[in-house]
C-alpha cells in the first residue's frame, strides 16, 4: 500500500509519525514532570507544614511554659496574658495541623499531644489561680501542685517530641517516595525516548531504503529511456534527412499535378460549354419534336378524312354504277326496240327501209350507249378497286402512321430522357469542373503545405539532433544522480 | 361492236345480191335468220322444261299470250350448251318459235351458198336447218331456216302444254 504512495506522501508520512512521536514524548516527559513535581510539592509541604507546624507547635508550648513560669516568678498579668495568647496560637497551629495532616498515626500522635496539653492545661490552672492570689511569692513551694504540673508538662513534652519525630519520619518517608517516582519517571522517559528514536530511525531507514530504491529505479529507467532517446533521436534524425528528400520529391510531383489538374480544369470547363450547347440543342430539338408530333397528329387527321372521303368516293361511285346500269339496261331496251323496230320497217317497202335506217341508227346509238355504260360501268368498277385499295392503303397509312406516332413518342420520350441524360451529363460536368478547381486549389494548399512539411522536416532534424544532444546529456545527468542516491549503477 | 356500224354499208352495198337477214351468234357459232322469218326480238323469259323432248329443246315459254317452245340454237346446232341472251321469235309453218340466241349483232345482207353443195359439213338432223353457209368477217355465218327445226312431237307437247294453266 505505501508502494502505491508517492515518495512525498511517504515523506510527510514519516515526518508525520517522528513528529507524533515527538510529541507524544514532550507530553509524556511533561506529564512525568508534573507528577515529580507534584510528588516533591507534597514532600515539601509536608515538611514545610507538617514538620515545622510540629516544631512551631513545640515552640508555642515552650513559650507558653516559658511565659507561665515567668508569671509564677513574677505575677505580672503580662505573662498571664503571653501565657494565655500562647495556648491559644498553640490551639490555633493544633488546628491547622489537623486540617493538614493525613497521616493516621501523625493524627493520633496530634491527638496525643492535644490530650496532654489538654491534660497540662488542667493541672496549670488551679497553680495559676494560686498565684493570682499570692501577691508575694518567695518559695515556690508556696505552689501546690507543681510536680503534677512537671508531670504534665514532660507528657506534653514527650508528646510534642514524639509527634515531631514523627513528621520527621514521614517527611523522609515522602521523600523517598518522591525520589523513587522521579527516578521511575526518568527510566519512562528514557523508554520513551528510546522509542522514538528507534521510531524515527526507522522511518529514516524506510524513506532512505525507498528513495534508494524508487529514486535509483526511476532514475535507471530515466537512463535507459534517455538512452533509448538518443537512439531514437538519432534514428529521427536520419529520418528526417529521408524525410526532407522525400517531401522534396512530393513537392515536385504535387508541382507536376498542379499542372495536371489546371489542364483537367480547363478541359472540364470546355466540356461543360460544350455540355450545355448540347442541352440547348437539345431544347432546340424537343421543341421541334413538339412541332413533329404536332404535324403527325394533323397528318393522322387528314388521314382520316382521306378515308372518309374515299368511302364517300365509292358511296358516289356505287351511285354512279347505279346509274350506268340503269343507262346499260336503257340502252340495251333500246337496242331491242331498235331490232324489233327494224325488223318491222324491213317489211314495210320504201318507207320502212328509211325508218330502218333511222332505227338501226338509233340502235348504234343505244349500243354504243351501252358500250359507254359497260365502260362507266368498268371504270367504276376500277374506280371502286381503286377506292377499295385507297381506302385499305390509307388505313394501313393510318395504322403507319399511329405506328409511327407510337414510335414517334418513344423515340420523343427517348430525345426527352437524351435530353434529361444530356442535362445531368452538363450538371455532372459542372460539378466535375467545380470539382477541379477545388481539387487544384486544395492541390495549391497541399502544395504549399507539402513545402512547409519540407521546412518543418528540416527544423525537426535540426530538433532531433538537438535532442540527441540533450538525451546524452540526459544519460549523463542520470549517472551522476543514480551515484548522488547510492544506487550507483552505471 | 364495230361490226354494227359497218353492217349498214355492207347491206346497201348488196342489197340486190343476198338475202337480208339477222345476224346473231349461238354459242361458238355465228348464225343469221332470214328477216322475213324474224317476228321480234326479245330477252330471254322462263321457260319450262318439257319432258320427252330432245335436249336442244330448253322448254316452252308464253310469247304474248301464246304457248311457244323454245329452241336452244347452240345445242340443236351442236355447239354445246350456251347461255341464252336473247329470245327471237322465228315464224314457222306450224306457228311461232322462239330461238335462245346469244348475242344479236344487227341486221346484215347474208350470202350464202346452198348447203346442197356442202353435205358433208352438216350432216345429221340439224342440216335441215341451216339453208346455206356465208361468211361473215373471218368466221363461218350459218345461215338458218326455221320451217322445219321443231319436231312434231314438241309441237305437240306444245299444245298439250297450252292447254294447261301455266
Redesign the interface.
Known amino acids: 500500500m505505501m508502494a502505491e504512495r508517492t515518495f512525498g506522501t511517504k515523506l510527510a508520512a514519516g515526518f508525520g509519525l517522528t513528529l507524533a512521536l515527538t510529541l507524544l514524548m514532550t507530553a509524556t516527559s511533561v506529564l512525568t514532570l508534573r507528577y515529580v513535581m507534584n510528588s516533591k510539592d507534597n514532600v515539601i509541604t509536608s515538611a514545610r507544614v507538617n514538620l515545622v507546624g510540629s516544631e512551631e507547635l513545640n515552640g508555642h508550648m515552650e513559650s507558653r511554659i516559658a511565659d507561665y513560669r515567668a508569671y509564677l516568678l513574677v505575677g505580672t498579668d503580662e505573662y498571664l496574658r503571653a501565657a494565655e495568647q500562647d495556648r491559644a496560637n498553640f490551639l490555633a497551629e493544633a488546628g491547622r495541623l489537623r486540617e493538614s495532616m493525613t497521616d493516621a498515626t501523625s493524627q493520633e500522635l496530634l491527638d496525643a499531644v492535644t490530650a496532654a496539653e489538654e491534660k497540662h492545661a488542667a493541672v496549670l490552672t488551679p497553680i495559676m489561680e494560686q498565684r493570682s492570689r499570692l501577691n508575694d511569692l518567695r518559695n515556690v513551694t508556696q505552689l501546690a501542685g507543681n510536680q503534677e504540673l512537671k508531670a504534665a508538662r514532660i507528657a506534653v513534652q514527650q508528646a510534642l517530641a514524639a509527634l515531631i519525630e514523627r513528621q520527621s519520619i514521614v517527611v523522609d518517608t515522602r521523600r523517598d517516595e518522591s525520589s523513587s517516582r522521579a527516578t521511575m519517571a526518568s527510566a519512562f522517559i528514557i523508554v520513551i525516548g528510546a522509542v522514538l528514536i528507534l521510531g524515527a530511525a526507522a522511518v529514516a531507514w524506510k524513506l532512505s531504503r525507498d528513495l534508494r530504491r524508487e529514486v535509483g529505479a526511476a532514475v535507471g529507467h530515466i537512463q535507459s529511456s534517455s538512452a533509448q532517446l538518443e537512439a531514437a533521436a538519432a534514428q529521427q534524425a536520419s529520418g528526417g534527412r529521408d524525410q526532407a528528400s522525400a517531401m522534396n520529391e512530393i513537392t515536385t510531383t504535387i508541382s507536376e499535378l498542379l499542372i495536371t489538374s489546371r489542364q483537367i480544369a480547363d478541359s472540364a470547363q470546355r466540356v461543360s460549354k460544350i455540355a450545355e450547347e448540347t442541352a440547348e440543342a437539345a431544347r432546340t430539338g424537343d421543341a421541334t419534336v413538339e412541332q413533329t408530333r404536332t404535324s403527325i397528329a394533323a397528318i393522322r387527321t387528314q388521314v382520316d378524312q382521306i378515308v372518309q372521303h374515299m368511302l364517300a368516293l365509292g358511296e358516289k361511285s356505287q351511285q354512279i354504277g347505279g346509274v350506268a346500269d340503269l343507262v346499260s339496261e336503257l340502252a340495251?331496251q333500246t337496242?331491242?326496240l331498235a331490232?324489233?323496230a327494224?325488223?318491222e320497217a324491213?317489211?314495210a317497202g320504201e318507207w320502212g327501209r328509211r325508218f330502218?335506217?333511222v332505227a338501226?341508227e338509233i340502235?348504234?346509238l343505244a349500243?354504243?350507249t351501252a358500250?359507254s355504260a359497260k365502260e362507266i360501268r368498268a371504270l367504276i368498277e376500277d374506280v371502286r378497286g381503286a377506292v377499295n385499295t385507297t381506302v385499305m392503303a390509307t388505313e394501313i397509312g393510318a395504322k403507319a402512321v399511329d405506328s409511327g406516332s407510337r414510335q414517334f413518342d418513344d423515340a420523343t420520350s427517348s430525345f426527352r430522357r437524351i435530353a434529361g441524360l444530356v442535362s445531368t451529363t452538363s450538371d455532372a460536368t459542372r460539378e466535375i469542373e467545380l470539382s477541379t478547381k477545388q481539387q487544384t486549389t486544395a492541390v495549391e494548399q497541399v502544395n504549399i503545405a507539402a513545402s512547409d512539411t519540407a521546412r518543418v522536416t528540416r527544423e525537426t532534424e535540426a530538433s532531433a539532433v538537438q535532442t540527441k544532444q540533450t538525451a546524452a546529456h540526459l544519460s549523463t545527468l542520470s549517472s551522476e544522480l543514480l551515484d548522488l542516491v547510492g544506487t550507483g549503477r552505471h | 361492236m364495230r361490226q354494227y356500224g359497218q353492217a349498214p354499208a355492207h347491206a346497201d352495198e348488196s342489197a340486190g345480191a343476198g338475202v337480208v337477214a339477222l345476224v346473231f351468234r349461238a354459242g361458238p357459232l355465228l348464225c343469221a335468220v332470214q328477216l322475213d322469218e324474224v317476228v321480234e326480238t326479245m330477252r330471254p323469259l322462263e321457260a319450262r322444261a318439257l319432258a320427252g323432248t330432245p335436249p336442244f329443246v330448253r322448254g316452252i315459254t308464253v310469247l304474248r299470250g301464246v304457248p311457244t317452245p323454245v329452241i336452244d340454237v347452240s345445242r340443236l346446232l351442236g355447239g354445246g350448251p350456251a347461255d341464252a341472251e336473247r329470245y327471237l321469235a322465228v315464224r314457222t309453218e306450224r306457228g311461232t318459235i322462239a330461238l335462245a340466241t346469244g348475242e344479236v349483232l344487227g341486221i346484215r345482207v347474208v350470202e350464202a351458198e346452198a348447203t346442197g353443195g356442202h353435205p358433208a359439213l352438216l350432216g345429221g338432223g340439224s342440216t335441215r336447218m341451216v339453208a346455206g353457209v356465208g361468211t361473215l368477217g373471218a368466221e363461218p355465218l350459218l345461215l338458218l331456216q326455221s320451217l322445219r327445226a321443231v319436231p312434231d312431237e314438241v309441237w305437240e307437247a306444245a299444245a298439250v302444254n297450252a292447254g294447261e294453266p301455266s
Open positions: 340495251e337496242n331491242i331490232i324489233n327494224t325488223i324491213s317489211g330502218a335506217v338501226e340502235r348504234k349500243d354504243r358500250g
